[in-house]
């Protein structure tokens, strides 16, 4: 809550509800039984001062910090590598298919771009859900191989 350090300040309407909101919620947690919910949320909006609203509240934790927001999918370094090897081939390949007498070829670039294409859907959807890939360090060792066979 953002109340001033003065208890003496007057509360704003916004105050109250925000110490209304935290009561229903520390009812919903089962700190307050629903007499004491309703004898606490009338003395909130009956507050005149900070001071008055703080001794609604003050033998409840205080609430939980917000999780942090999650990181726009372009800050991932994997997203930022699919992306320019996705743009780079691209326009590279398309390059050599205008230098090369677009005209009388088919557009083979297309194949390029789905490659590239789905490689980048992929680093996105991992970055948007969280999904982080596997570390080399974090696999299980490979078995040994077979006697006889070379090891891959």
């Known amino acids: 809550m953002c109340?001033?350090?003065d208890p003496t300040q007057r509360a704003?309407?916004?105050?109250?509800?925000?110490v209304a909101d935290r009561l229903r919620a520390a009812a919903a947690e089962g700190r307050l039984d629903p007499d004491e919910l309703?004898?606490?949320?009338?003395?909130?909006?009956?507050?005149?001062?900070?001071?008055e609203l703080a001794k609604v509240t003050e033998d409840l934790p205080a609430p939980a910090?917000?999780?942090?927001?999650?990181?726009?999918?372009?800050?991932n370094e994997h997203v930022r590598h699919r992306l320019a090897g996705?743009?780079?081939a691209n326009v590279v390949c398309n390059g050599?298919?205008?230098?090369?007498?677009a005209h009388t070829h088919d557009w083979w670039?297309?194949?390029v771009l789905l490659g590239t294409g789905i490689a980048l859907v992929a680093a996105l959807v991992h970055a948007v859900f969280g999904i982080e890939e596997e570390k080399e360090r974090d696999r299980l060792p490979r078995p040994?191989?077979?006697?006889?066979?070379?090891?891959?």
Do not use: Q
């Open 65 to 75: 910090a917000l999780p942090a927001p999650p990181e726009p999918a372009w800050k």
């Open 3 to 5: 109340m001033a350090h």
């Open 86 to 88: 996705f743009i780079v």
């Open 38 to 51: 309703d004898e606490r949320v009338g003395h909130a909006y009956a507050a005149r001062t900070h001071g």
């Open 144 to 152: 040994p191989a077979p006697p006889g066979l070379p090891r891959l």
């Open 96 to 101: 050599v298919w205008l230098a090369t007498g």
């Open 109 to 111: 670039p297309k194949w």
């Open 12 to 18: 704003s309407d916004a105050e109250r509800e925000e």
